[in-house]
Structures are given as structure tokens and as C-alpha cells.
């Protein structure tokens, strides 16, 4: 780990177009924390973490994140509302004025790394408006050791201005806040959004452009972790649905939390040095682990504090995304370094708020494509302005926002892996049980922790026809037995007692999957399409 006290150095950003900086370089977590106060950008919580709001952004700004078209990605990417092209020379005039607005002022420069696996390195220096910024930067990024740091090559750059208003008449933007990356240049540049998040999805979108395209590596928007064995499992799942708490056990090793690559020999390197976790409704209870990583050190986003300085939790009077960033040694049981060998099991996590899908099923390969293409979960009323029912929301590859290539690149990848290491998949519902939103209940955290292990300790082999049913609509083997969870929990019909209810429900569901389903499918083999649901509504 870096000894802060040992660089005395700086650097300039005249090269960079910031003329006249007062530049922080690679200042310590410690000093950034207290010149956030000093600046009265932020405050102490009880716990001794840092609390910051992120201002007018509390979240990531989809519809404002653009590639800029040019030689390398002109080709390559999958142009449309997802990756949004952006003109080479508006990148440029706007890169200048973002220059020129961080001129003059003091400014916060960390260098750090993505990617655990030294043959993978991407070596990255983040240039900070904000000194809470650069100390987010430090949590998330690897952390260059002192000896790194002394030929320190940097080969992208973030430039992070949320003060920064563009003017979309002018700069190309849609309004006053993007986040912008240019594979030719190296940059990520991010504009008029404080959001943190922006910064560290920026590096992986990048990545998801670099590693498939460059390395042979498939990057995965997922959480893992290791057992003692040496068994490796993956959590894919879109925002919410529980990779960070699901990877967060005490009896396996924390490989990531977010953001990971699997290589040509086998192995999952995770891209971070940190963890993002969501805190609504954190408790110390459910998830003692992530409560206790909340420490000096930690950043506390959009939460309030009591008169006392301790997180309520439950308020989101300033958003529902409340999160905490940590570097990932604040979790006591860490791989180290973040690799882990030979996936065994992978889950790919939903909240299935229509509370038709069983908590726990099996994969057929045909399905796991199938349904990593699809990318379901489903939003809940109440969340969203105009929302007033479940809705259906599907993002392929279970991260859509931040893959440059066609999903079905990800996709072939993946089931290539799949097939040539056994490994098996499963669809784990961490949404409704009971009903659907408003009717059901959340599936109970300790229930889905049981099913997990479950499979993790081999206690759910499901190798006998008589241990599992397959779903009369979507084609899964559901387990008839799982230790620690009641048999009535692993049906979800039984869990509604109302049998017409549920399957107009269920059939809710697969219809909106087969619509989803219609822009993949001239591309999907006939062995990705049996995977699909097996009954709709006509
Ligand atoms: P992101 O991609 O935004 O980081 P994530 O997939 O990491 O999202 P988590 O941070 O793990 O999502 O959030 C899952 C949330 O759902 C937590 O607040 C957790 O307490 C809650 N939760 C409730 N019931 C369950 C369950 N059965 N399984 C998993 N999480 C649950
Ligand atoms: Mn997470």
C-alpha cells in the first residue's frame, strides 16, 4: 500500500490544457477527508465516514454518455441510444473549455489502476474538480504501491468537472451534464454531473471495449467470490438486485463487488480496488459485513444524518440511491490479490417484482444465454415518476448501459466459457414471493442466502430427475428441497394461492420477454431461442 507520506512530489497539468493549477497530487485518503470538511463540502458521520452529497445528480445520467465516433470505435460499437455517438472536433472544443474552466483553480490528481491482474493493468490518472472525488477515486481504483507510482505512465485520463455546465446548443451535448469517452485521445471526460459512480462506469465502460476487443477477455458486470476450495462464483444482475450483498459472505472470500474480467485461461480478475454498495434500508443485522465497512475512510453518498451524525438509513428524502464507496480491505474476508480461478457456479440475479419467477432455478446452456441476453429485472412502482406498476426492464448482458459491442458479442463469449468450463448457472428471484409488488413480499434476505449456499456447498446438485420440477412456464428446474428454506418458498405458484392469478400473471411476463427478445432474435441461434420461456399468452 502507498506511504503517502513519502510523496512529495506534484505534477503538472499544462499538458493537459489546465493551465496555472494548484495541483493535490495523490494526497491521502486521510487529507482529502478533512480538506472535503475544511471546504465545508462534506461532514463527519458518527461512524467517522465521510458524508458528501453529489448535488443536483444521483445517479448516472444514461441518456448523457456518449462515445465519441472515430477510427477505432466507428466499426466496432453498437450505435444507438445506448452508446451514443459524439463528433471527434465537438470532443475537442469541449475538452478545451472544460480545460479552461479547471484552470486556475485547485485541483486533485490521483493516479491509480484498474484490473488485479498485472497482465491486464490499465494504468489511469483521475483529475478532480473535487477533493471527495479524488478520495472516491482512491477507494474504487487500485491502489499503485510507492514503487509503482515512481514510473507512473498513465495511459487514460478521467477529467472530472461537475461544476462544469456545457451548453448543448453549442457543445453537441443533450444538456448541461455528459459523460463523454474517446478510445482515440484515452479520455473520460465527465461534465456537470458531482455523481461518483460516472467516474468508475466511465473506466468500465472502456474497459468493455478494450478487453473483448484487445485481450480476449470477457468484462462482466458482476460480483464474485471464492470459497475455501478454490471455487470461484459469479453474480450478474442489474442495479439493486443484490450482487454487492449477495458477494459480501464471511465464509467466502471477496473477489469484487462490481466489475470483473474472465480470460482466455479461465481465470476472473476483478477491475477495482473498491466497493459501491447501495445503503437503503443498510441494518446491522442483514448485513453486518457492509455496516462495519462503513469506517474512516468511507465515503457516504446522498444519505441524511441525525443530530447525532448517524446514518438514517431509511431516509431517502434525498434519493433512493444512497450509497457508500470503500477501498475493498475494509471487508475482512478478501481475496488478495483480487483473482480468482476456475468459475464453478454463476448466478445471474433478478428482482422479479411480478413475483412469478422461483427464488432458485437451474439453467439449462440454452437458457443462460438466453437469459443473459435478455437481462431481466423489473422496476417497482413508486421508484420512478410514472410508475405505477411493475415494470418489466430488461438490460442485456445484465449491463447494458456500459457495453460499447453488440450484446451479442458478450454473449458468445460467455456461452463459450460456459461450455468449455461446466459451470453452472443459475436464476436466482431476489425480488416479489407471495405476489407481485404491493401484494407479495420481498423474498427474505436470509432465504436467498441459504439457497446460495446451498449451491455453493453442493447441497443442490439437482442431478436426480426427482429433485426438481421443471417450470410449466419458463422451462427451469426449480429444487423441490433446499436446507434453511421452507418447501412452500421454493414454488412460487404455492406462495400466491391463487392459481389463475399467477399465471396471468406469469404470462404477463414471458410476453414482455419475447417482445424484449424481438430485436436479438436474427442474430440468436435456434439453440438460444429454445432457452426463452416456454408458454405465453396468445
Ligand atoms: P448496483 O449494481 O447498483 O451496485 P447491486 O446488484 O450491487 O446493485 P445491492 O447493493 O446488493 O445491489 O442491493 C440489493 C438490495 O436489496 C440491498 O439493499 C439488500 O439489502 C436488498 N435485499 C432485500 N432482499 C434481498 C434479497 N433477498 N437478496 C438480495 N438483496 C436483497
Ligand atoms: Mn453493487
Known amino acids: 500500500m502507498t506511504n503517502d507520506n513519502q510523496i512529495t512530489n506534484t505534477i503538472s497539468l499544462e499538458k493537459y490544457g489546465i493551465k496555472n ?68 472536433a465537438k470532443f475537442d472544443a469541449l475538452y478545451d473549455k472544460v480545460a479552461n474552466y479547471l484552470s486556475n483553480k485547485e485541483i486533485f490528481v490521483r493516479d491509480c489502476y484498474a484490473c488485479a491482474d498485472a497482465d491486464y493493468k490499465l494504468n489511469i490518472r483521475v483529475v478532480n474538480e473535487y477533493p471527495w472525488s479524488n478520495q472516491f477515486a482512491y477507494n474504487m481504483f487500485l491502489r499503485p504501491t510507492a514503487d509503482e507510482l515512481k514510473n507512473f505512465e498513465p495511459e487514460w485520463t478521467v477529467i472530472n468537472a461537475p461544476g462544469f455546465k456545457a451548453n448543448p446548443e453549442v457543445d453537441g451535448t443533450r444538456q448541461h451534464n455528459f459523460a463523454i469517452l474517446n478510445f482515440t485521445k ?3 471526460l465527465i461534465g456537470g454531473t458531482g455523481y461518483t459512480g460516472e467516474i468508475k462506469k466511465g473506466i468500465f465502460s472502456a474497459l468493455n ?32 438486485t443484490g450482487k454487492t450483498t449477495l458477494s459480501t459472505d464471511p ?96 448466478f445471474f440475479l433478478t428482482a422479479d417484482a411480478f413475483g412469478v419467477l422461483p427464488p432458485i432455478s437451474k439453467l439449462t446452456p440454452s437458457q443462460a444465454a438466453y437469459h443473459f441476453i435478455s437481462g431481466y429485472t423489473a422496476k ?90 421443471i417450470h410449466s412456464v419458463f422451462g427451469v428446474a426449480q429444487p423441490r428441497e433446499c436446507p434453511g428454506v421452507p418447501t412452500s418458498v421454493l414454488s412460487p ?8 392469478a399467477y399465471y396471468t400473471t406469469a404470462f404477463k411476463l414471458t410476453n414482455a420477454f419475447r417482445e424484449n427478445f424481438k430485436k436479438f432474435e436474427s442474430y440468436a441461434s435456434e439453440e438460444i431461442r429454445r432457452g426463452g420461456p416456454q408458454r405465453y399468452a396468445f
Not at 458486470?221 to 450478474?236: L, Q
Open 21 to 88: 493549477a494548484k495541483v493535490n497530487y495523490q494526497l491521502s485518503p486521510e487529507r482529502l477527508h478533512d480538506i472535503t470538511i475544511e471546504k465545508g463540502q462534506g461532514v463527519e458521520a458518527s461512524s467517522g465516514a465521510l458524508a458528501v452529497n453529489t448535488g443536483e445528480f444521483t445517479g448516472r445520467s444514461p441518456k448523457d454518455r456518449f462515445i465519441v465516433e472515430d477510427a477505432i470505435t466507428k466499426d466496432k460499437v453498437w450505435w444507438g441510444n445506448i452508446n451514443i455517438p459524439f463528433n471527434a
Open 186 to 188: 484515452k479520455i473520460a
Open 209 to 240: 471495449f478494450i478487453l473483448p476487443v484487445y485481450k480476449n477477455t470477457l468484462p462482466m458486470h458482476c460480483s464474485a467470490n471464492v470459497g475455501k476450495e478454490g471455487d470461484t462464483a459469479i453474480f450478474f444482475g442489474l442495479s439493486g
Open 251 to 346: 465464509s467466502r472470500s471477496l473477489i469484487g463487488d462490481d466489475e470483473h474480467g474472465w480470460t482466455a485461461e479461465n481465470t476472473v480478475f476483478n477491475f477495482e480496488g473498491g466497493c459501491y454498495a447501495k445503503v437503503i434500508n443498510l441494518s446491522r443485522d442483514n448485513e453486518p459485513e457492509i455496516y462495519d465497512a462503513i469506517k474512516k475512510g468511507a465515503i457516504l453518498e446522498n444519505v441524511v444524518l441525525d443530530e447525532k451524525g448517524h446514518v438514517k438509513f431509511e431516509d431517502t428524502s434525498i434519493t433512493q440511491n444512497t450509497r457508500v464507496s470503500y477501498p475493498i480491505n475494509h471487508i475482512e474476508n478478501i481475496q488478495i490479490p483480487s483473482i480468482g480461478k476456475k468459475p464453478k457456479n454463476i
Open 380 to 469: 417497482v412502482a413508486g421508484t420512478e415518476a410514472g410508475v405505477l406498476e411493475p415494470t418489466p426492464n430488461f438490460s442485456a448482458c445484465f449491463g447494458a448501459p456500459f457495453m460499447p459491442l453488440h450484446p451479442t458479442k458478450y454473449a458468445e463469449m460467455l456461452s463459450k466459457k460456459m461450455k468449455d468450463s461446466g459451470v453452472n448457472v443459475w436464476l436466482v428471484n431476489t425480488g416479489w414471493t407471495g405476489g407481485p409488488y404491493g401484494v407479495g413480499t420481498r423474498m427474505k434476505l436470509k432465504y436467498t442466502r441459504a439457497m446460495i449456499n446451498a449451491v455453493l456447498n453442493g447441497d443442490l446438485g439437482l442431478y436426480n430427475y426427482d429433485d426438481y420440477h
Open 493 to 500: 405458484r404455492s406462495t400466491w394461492n391463487d392459481d389463475e
